[in-house]
């Protein structure tokens, strides 16, 4: 499994240093394997994130890795899916619309590689422990082939789920979107971001009241 990631974790290297000119981290020979992978990662996804932002005119500021991958989605799927309406645009309008949605659908599969690795935890399988949890391995196999499908500028949509889990619902507070209307109608970009934002919250909030009510 460790050889699988570093195999595809070079070949995502080699494909943006020939592409974009990416330099990969110099190897450090007093850090562990462990160290020196999480090191690598570290860096290149900022990097392959910065090629997205970088298509998009885009400007990260000093947004931490999330908010600038939030960032790039909503900018790349009002590219794909543009609010106006195309009926009635000229045949050169309508190419450049097409184009633009284009371009919006590339810049997001590198949004989606550094969405699927930021989650990625190098210790998770427990590669020394003599029987790691099966559920974990399976997770960590389809990880992989997720990041394979990121590489290859496909999708997740037919992943198998074969994972023992169990369901929990936590009511959580409403989140009133008809009341962000008006905000919606003068800046549909931002208001969208703050109701993403805020969902997010929310979701957090519930599982930090399910951890407490089982503890």
Known sequence: MRQIELRLLTKAEAFYAETYGYLSPEANTNQSESEQRKLRWDA???????????MLGIDPGKEDLMQRMYRVRLEGWSRVSPERE????SPLELALADRRAGE????????????????????YLCYDDPAPNKDRIVESVYTLKDLAARL???????RPNNIRKKAVVVPGEILNLTALMPQYRE????????ATETLSQKFIDCIGRYHHETD
């Open 152 to 158: 290859m500028g496909g999708n997740i949509s037919n």
């Open 86 to 89: 195309l009926i009635g645009l």
């Open 104 to 123: 919006g659908w590339f810049a997001m599969r590198h949004m989606e590689l550094v969405d699927l690795m930021s989650y990625h935890d190098e210790t």
């Open 187 to 194: 800046n549909p970009k931002q208001t969208v971001r703050l």
């Open 44 to 54: 290149l996804l900022p990097f392959a994130l910065s090629v997205a932002e970088h």
